[in-house]
């Protein structure tokens, strides 16, 4: 199977800075898209920022500017730099990846475990 596991989560003042990091492992053929997403409490999951395999980037309006999304194929990492961080932007994150797995090949979408990213005003 293919595990996700996210790093870089914490508590920071408005204006500041974070970056979160996700390392994907496990019986990995190839990944076609990966992405951050979040869940503020009482709201639903949304998406943040994906990046294709040859890096084009999506972003959700609210972090576009802000937000910067990485990925090393390589290392099959992806990260978020996350400036300007807002109070709004409190939620756990999530990392995704669309991931073809091997023996047999087949596409499997995976989760990480989410880290929290907290924001004081």
């Known amino acids: 199977q293919v595990q996700l596991v996210e790093s870089g989560g914490g508590l920071v003042q408005a204006g500041g800075s974070l970056r979160l990091s996700c390392a994907a492992s496990?019986?990995?053929?190839?990944?076609?898209?990966m992405g951050w997403y979040r869940q503020a409490p009482g709201q639903q999951r949304e998406l943040v920022a994906t990046?294709?395999?040859?890096?084009?980037?999506n972003y959700a309006d609210s972090v576009k500017d802000r937000f910067t999304i990485s990925r090393d194929n390589a290392k099959n990492t992806v990260a978020l730099l996350m400036n300007t961080l807002k109070p709004e932007d409190t939620a756990v994150y999530y990392c995704?990846?669309?991931?073809?797995?091997?023996?047999?090949?087949?596409?499997?979408?995976?989760w990480g475990q989410g880290t929290l990213v907290t924001v004081s005003a």
């Open positions: 496990g019986s990995i053929f190839s990944i076609n898209d």
């Open positions: 995704n990846a669309n991931t073809v797995v091997a023996t047999p090949l087949r596409r499997l979408e995976v």
């Open positions: 990046i294709a395999r040859r890096g084009s980037t």
